[in-house]
């Protein structure tokens, strides 16, 4: 019984909520260890499920030992499946006060100075062919905030250089539009004309970024490519292709972009997860009020 209310669920999440296919795997492997534990003590009803029966799968899972985040990761897993037993009416009474996860300080996100991204986007050299497309990579990369996975993603037909803006399908294949600088569309311009088709090697893709082999960009070569470009252009930080994402979303608000327009820019489901940048915006005007004002 357990283990078809968890494919319920997993379809639950993957139909209607619209997650990714690998959350959804992610959920389903989760689940199936709980699935498992329960079954080797005799518990095959979700009635059966109390507080006692999620600390000792806490506790089983401590013994395993996983790292923290593994641990987090799972009974997350397991409250959400739970949360949906019960707005499914599938439970009668809620165990999950044992598994409230103790609220933890927000971790602000990492972004690099203004003339760090100036050195980092000048680093690539535009005279070569790579060099055209990661410097084009790197521009649209800080020009619209998206997500490595977004950014490899792209479409030839995914960006309108004409009016401005390109489509990106993001968290659980949700689409949006993001505007693109002028300076970002020159980049992906010349790179079209003088790059891609040296990476087809004559043969055709719909991706826009290509390696050298003409397959489209995976993650890992991109995290390369910035990581060398970073240590060309004196970049004294353990940089990461989601710190120019940060950077973008920190720069736009430093200079008075509303929280609502940025909310749409990096598609956040939750105006909530974007308002962490309003600490680190408070945090620049802090310092820029304690370096200018006299009497600070």
């Known amino acids: ?162 009016m401005g803006y390109l489509r990106c399908i993001g968290k659980g294949s949700k689409e949006r539009v993001v505007p693109i600088g002028e300076i970002a569309c020159d980049c992906v311009s010349a790179y079209m004309d003088r790059s891609r088709p040296v990476l087809l090697h004559g043969n055709r893709s719909e991706y826009l970024f290509l390696s050298v082999r003409g397959a489209p960009m995976s993650r890992v070569m991109f995290w390369k490519i910035i990581k060398k470009y970073a240590s060309l252009a004196g970049v004294n930080k353990v940089i990461t292709p989601h710190m120019l994402r940060h950077s973008f979303a920190t720069h736009l608000l430093e200079r008075g972009a509303d929280l609502r327009s940025l909310q749409e820019m990096l598609g956040h489901a939750s105006i909530a997860t974007t308002e962490v940048y309003t600490h680190v915006s408070t945090d620049h005007l802090r310092e820029v009020y304690r370096e200018s004002h006299p009497r600070s």
Not at 58 to 69: D, I, Q, R, T
């Open 1 to 162: 019984m357990i283990d078809l209310y968890i494919q319920r669920f997993l379809d639950h999440i993957e139909v209607e909520q619209g997650l990714a296919a690998n959350t959804v795997a992610s959920y389903g492997r989760d689940l199936a260890q709980f699935a498992a534990f329960l079954g080797e003590r005799g518990i095959e009803d979700t009635s059966r499920v109390d507080e006692n029966c999620l600390l000792a799968f806490l506790s089983y899972l401590h013994e395993l030992k996983l790292a923290n985040a593994s641990v987090a990761r799972k009974t997350s897993a397991v409250r959400s499946f739970i949360r949906h037993l019960l707005a499914e009416r599938l439970m009668v009474r809620s165990p999950l006060a044992v598994l409230e996860p103790a609220k933890r300080a927000k971790r602000l996100p990492k972004s690099l100075e203004m003339d760090e991204v100036a050195a980092l986007l000048n680093a690539p050299d535009p005279r070569d062919e790579l060099g055209l497309r990661d410097k084009a990579m790197i521009e649209v990369l800080y020009a619209t905030g998206l997500r490595v996975s977004e950014l490899i993603g792209l479409k030839v037909d995914d960006i309108n250089q004409k």
